[in-house]
């Protein structure tokens, strides 16, 4: 059962990982998420959220060897994904905009499946 659980956060980490391959270039960031971006200063701020999503799976995969450090890794994972699920439901996505918000969604699933198999785990093993 603990490799499920170190499975889901490595799947979970590799979603938040493979964004930040948009801070190597506007024409890859536009390619993730279907949004032109003409303006300098708007590819500065989607290269920073690349960087940001690519922090936050290094934790998720730091948690999945690291147990202690699951707590910490499944509320940063959470709170990332779901604040950007919550802007999106209240705002105006485009198609690709709604597919990031489905696939964090699922992501969000799967991070609380792994933390509460995770706690089942702690407590029985006491």
Same mark, same amino acid.
Do not use: C, K
């Given at each position: 059962?603990?490799?499920?659980?170190?499975?889901?956060?490595?799947?979970?980490?590799?979603?938040?990982?493979?964004?930040?391959?948009?801070?190597?270039?506007? @024409?890859?960031?536009?390619?993730?998420?279907?949004?032109?971006? @003409?303006?300098?200063?708007?590819?500065?701020?989607?290269?920073?959220? @690349?960087?940001?999503?690519?922090?936050?799976? *290094?934790?998720? *995969?730091?948690? *999945?060897?690291?147990?202690?450090?699951?707590?910490? @890794?499944? !509320? !940063?994972?959470?709170?990332?994904?779901?604040?950007?699920? !919550?802007?999106?439901?209240?705002?105006?996505?485009?198609?690709?905009?709604?597919?990031?918000?489905?696939?964090?969604?699922?992501?969000?699933?799967?991070?609380?499946? *792994? !933390?509460?198999?995770?706690?089942?785990?702690?407590?029985?093993?006491?």
């Amino acid at each position: 059962m603990q490799g499920l659980v170190t499975a889901l956060f490595l799947v979970v980490a590799l979603i938040n990982l493979l964004p930040g391959i948009g801070v190597w270039s506007a @024409a890859r960031l536009q390619s993730l998420y279907g949004v032109p971006l @003409a303006e300098a200063n708007l590819v500065i701020l989607m290269r920073h959220r @690349a960087v940001m999503l690519a922090i936050v799976g *290094a934790l998720l *995969a730091f948690a *999945a060897l690291r147990p202690p450090l699951r707590p910490v @890794a499944v !509320a !940063a994972g959470l709170v990332s994904m779901l604040s950007f699920v !919550a802007i999106a439901l209240f705002g105006e996505p485009n198609e690709w905009l709604r597919r990031v918000a489905l696939i964090d969604t699922v992501a969000s699933a799967l991070l609380v499946a *792994a !933390a509460v198999l995770d706690h089942r785990l702690a407590s029985g093993a006491r």
